[in-house]
C-alpha cells in the first residue's frame, strides 16, 4: 500500500514518515502545529510566510524547509503574506537523510530521461529510478500517474506516494500541472544520495518488506 493520505494511523507500519499535513492558509490567518512526532519537517509547497519554532522567528517563502531541532518544539506559523500551502511531516527518520524540497510536473512533447528503460506509456521527462533510502512524494497540487513498486496509481491532492529503499519510481503521466514535496528519509546501505540507476549505479536491491 504506498499510497496513503494525511492524518494519524494511514502510514504503513514500516514508513519513517508517520504522518504529514497540507495545510492552505489565507493572510490574517494564523495556524500552530501540535508536536505529533519525533522528528518534523515543514516545506513551504507556495506562498510566504513568517515561521516561529526552536525559539526563532524566520520568514519563509516558497521551498523553504525547516526542521525541528528541539524534542519538544513545534511550529508556529505567525503571519501570512500571501496565499501559502503548507506540508508539515512528523515521523522517525535519522540524522542523516536524502533530499527534500518541492517539485513539478508536467508533460512534455519529447519525453526523454536517462532513467532505466520501462514497458509503459511515457509523456514526461522524469527519470524512473530508486534510492539508498525510502522516498515520499506528497501531491497538492494536480494530478498524475505515479509508478511504484511495478504498479500504477492515479494520485492527486492529498496522497502521499511512499516507495521503499531500492524500488523504482516514476511519474509518467501528469493529467493536470502537478506540485508536490519530496522527502527522502534515513540514508541506508552505501548512503548514495540522488536519483540511482540500474545502468549506471547496478542494480537495485530493494527491501521487499516495504510495500
Same mark, same amino acid.
Given at each position: ?64 524547509? /525547516? ?10 506559523? /505567525? ?63 494536480? =494530478? ?26 516514476? /511519474? ?37 518488506? =516495504?510495500?
Amino acid at each position: 500500500m504506498p499510497v496513503f493520505q494525511a492524518g494519524p494511523n494511514q502510514a504503513p507500519e514500516w514508513c519513517e514518515l508517520e504522518q504529514f499535513d497540507i495545510v492552505e492558509l489565507k493572510p490574517g490567518e494564523t495556524h500552530v502545529f501540535p508536536r505529533t512526532g519525533h522528528r518534523e519537517k515543514l516545506i513551504v509547497g507556495k506562498g510566504r510566510c513568517r515561521v516561529a519554532y526552536d525559539l526563532q522567528e524566520v520568514d519563509a517563502p516558497q521551498g523553504a524547509n /525547516l526542521d525541528l531541532d528541539s524534542p519538544h518544539g513545534r511550529f508556529e506559523v /505567525l503571519v501570512i503574506f500571501e496565499d501559502t500551502t503548507l506540508i508539515r511531516m512528523a515521523g522517525r527518520w535519522g540524522a542523516e537523510t536524502g533530499g527534500s524540497g518541492v517539485f513539478g510536473g508536467a508533460e512534455v512533447a519529447d519525453p526523454r530521461d536517462g532513467g532505466d528503460p520501462v514497458d509503459y506509456e511515457k509523456r514526461t521527462g522524469f527519470d524512473n529510478h530508486y534510492h539508498d533510502c525510502d522516498e515520499y512524494w506528497i501531491i497538492f497540487e494536480g =494530478r498524475g500517474l505515479a509508478v511504484s513498486e511495478g504498479k500504477q496509481y492515479e494520485v492527486g491532492p492529498g496522497d502521499c506516494v511512499a516507495t521503499g529503499m531500492g524500488f523504482h519510481h516514476d /511519474l509518467p503521466r501528469v493529467h493536470e500541472p502537478l506540485r508536490a514535496v519530496f522527502f527522502e528519509t534515513t540514508l541506508e546501505g552505501q548512503k548514495r544520495l540522488g536519483h540511482l540507476w540500474n545502468h549506471t549505479h547496478g542494480e537495485a536491491e530493494p527491501k521487499a518488506e =516495504r510495500i
